[in-house]
């Protein structure tokens, strides 16, 4: 008889806790921004008379584009030497007058002043005029696509953002020659009398469009009409608060009307660059009044 000797047994008992985490996936309620959040400006405060006059002048006067602004050299470096700023801007000294002989300082170059006194130089065709590649309407043809080069690459930069923000725009009129001008503003007087075109439109010479730095904008919730309902639009509101994000200024605010003697026209961009368009939208002030503090 043999019995087994060994009985080995062997237990193993492994009880393995598994711990259970439970990451709560805390909701972290992102409050989601709409793209827009209007706070409408209100009638912009027309007390900024003595004292912020001096304040503006002093502070702007020195440094008017010394700063690179973040939006330099994407695509195209045109700076021969290396250290420039992303835009050179050599001539625009303080105390440069807004205009000369009667007509505009070309001098000022994108801070060119042109309004109801103020003309261009007779014949004057801006210099680098490109085709802006932006949607435009139908009716926008040739010339008046264009834009002179460093507005043309910021109305793109701005068109890029706005649709990015789900805003519908397309541009309906950039360059206009002095001759598009005759035609235009002749047949406003035909039609609604001197007096009242002069509100709306420009006497030949005294047009921004032909600054090449204008663009009028619309957009489908008002047909691209140049209308001033355009305002109450969402993308109307979205040009109110970020074209100065490109270096626009909507120039011919509802406030500054008996100023600049236009009408509030929510459509009108105007470039002057991001560090000067960033400081107007600031200010809220018409581009006369920035102008005359910048060089002062
Ligand atoms: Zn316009």
Same mark, same amino acid.
């Given at each position: 008889?043999?019995k087994?000797?060994?009985?080995?047994?062997c237990?193993?008992l492994?009880?393995?806790?598994?711990?259970?985490?439970t990451?709560?996936?805390?909701?972290?309620? #992102?409050?989601?921004?709409?793209?827009?959040?209007?706070?409408?400006?209100?009638?912009?405060?027309?007390?900024?008379?003595?004292? *912020? +006059?001096?304040? +503006?002048?002093?502070?702007? $006067?020195?440094?008017?584009?010394?700063?690179?602004?973040?939006?330099?050299?994407?695509d /195209?470096?045109?700076?021969?030497?290396?250290?420039?700023?992303?835009?050179?801007?050599?001539?625009?000294?303080?105390?440069?007058?807004?205009?000369? =002989?009667?007509?505009? @300082?070309?001098n000022?170059?994108?801070?060119?002043? /042109?309004?109801?006194?103020?003309?261009?130089?007779?014949?004057?065709?801006?210099?680098?005029?490109?085709?802006? =590649?932006?949607?435009?309407?139908?009716?926008?043809?040739?010339?008046?696509?264009?834009?002179?080069?460093?507005?043309?690459?910021?109305?793109?930069?701005?068109?890029?953002? $706005? !649709?990015? $923000? @789900?805003?519908?725009?397309?541009?309906?009129?950039?360059?206009?020659?002095? *001759?598009?001008?005759?035609?235009?503003?002749? @047949?406003?007087?035909?039609?609604?009398? +001197?007096?009242? $075109?002069?509100?709306?439109?420009?006497?030949?010479?005294?047009?921004?469009? %032909?600054?090449?730095?204008?663009?009028?904008?619309?957009?489908?919730? /008002?047909?691209?009409?140049?209308?001033?309902?355009l305002? %109450?639009? !969402?993308?109307?509101?979205w040009?109110?608060?970020?074209?100065?994000?490109?270096?626009?200024? /909507?120039?011919?605010?509802?406030?500054?009307?008996?100023?600049?003697?236009?009408?509030?026209?929510?459509?009108?961009? #105007?470039?002057?660059?991001?560090?000067?368009?960033?400081?107007?939208? +600031?200010? @809220?002030?018409?581009?006369?009044?920035?102008?005359e503090?910048?060089?002062?």
């Amino acid at each position: 008889m043999r019995k087994p000797s060994a009985l080995m047994v062997c237990c193993a008992l492994t009880l393995t806790l598994v711990g259970c985490t439970t990451s709560e996936q805390a909701d972290s309620e #992102r409050v989601k921004q709409p793209q827009v959040t209007e706070t409408e400006r209100p009638a912009e405060t027309p007390a900024e008379a003595p004292t *912020d +006059k001096e304040d +503006k002048a002093v502070e702007e $006067a020195p440094a008017p584009e010394a700063e690179p602004p973040a939006e330099e050299k994407p695509d /195209v470096e045109e700076e021969p030497t290396a250290e420039a700023p992303a835009e050179e801007e050599p001539t625009q000294t303080p105390n440069e007058p807004l205009e000369q =002989n009667g007509t505009a @300082n070309l001098n000022l170059d994108t801070l060119i002043l /042109v309004n109801k006194q103020i003309a261009l130089p007779a014949g004057y065709q801006p210099p680098d005029l490109v085709t802006a =590649n932006i949607d435009f309407v139908d009716t926008a043809t040739g010339e008046r696509r264009m834009l002179r080069q460093e507005a043309a690459r910021a109305i793109e930069k701005l068109m890029a953002g $706005a !649709k990015a $923000a @789900n805003i519908d725009l397309k541009g309906t009129s950039a360059f206009r020659s002095y *001759d598009y001008q005759v035609q235009l503003f002749n @047949n406003y007087v035909a039609r609604d009398g +001197k007096e009242q $075109a002069m509100k709306y439109s420009a006497p030949p010479g005294h047009s921004e469009h %032909q600054t090449g730095l204008a663009i009028d904008v619309s957009s489908a919730s /008002v047909g691209y009409q140049l209308t001033q309902s355009l305002e %109450q639009t !969402k993308e109307g509101k979205w040009l109110a608060d970020n074209a100065h994000i490109y270096g626009f200024i /909507v120039r011919y605010q509802r406030a500054y009307e008996a100023e600049t003697g236009y009408m509030f026209e929510p459509w009108h961009l #105007r470039y002057i660059g991001v560090e000067h368009a960033t400081a107007v939208h +600031k200010a @809220n002030v018409p581009l006369e009044r920035y102008l005359e503090q910048l060089m002062d």
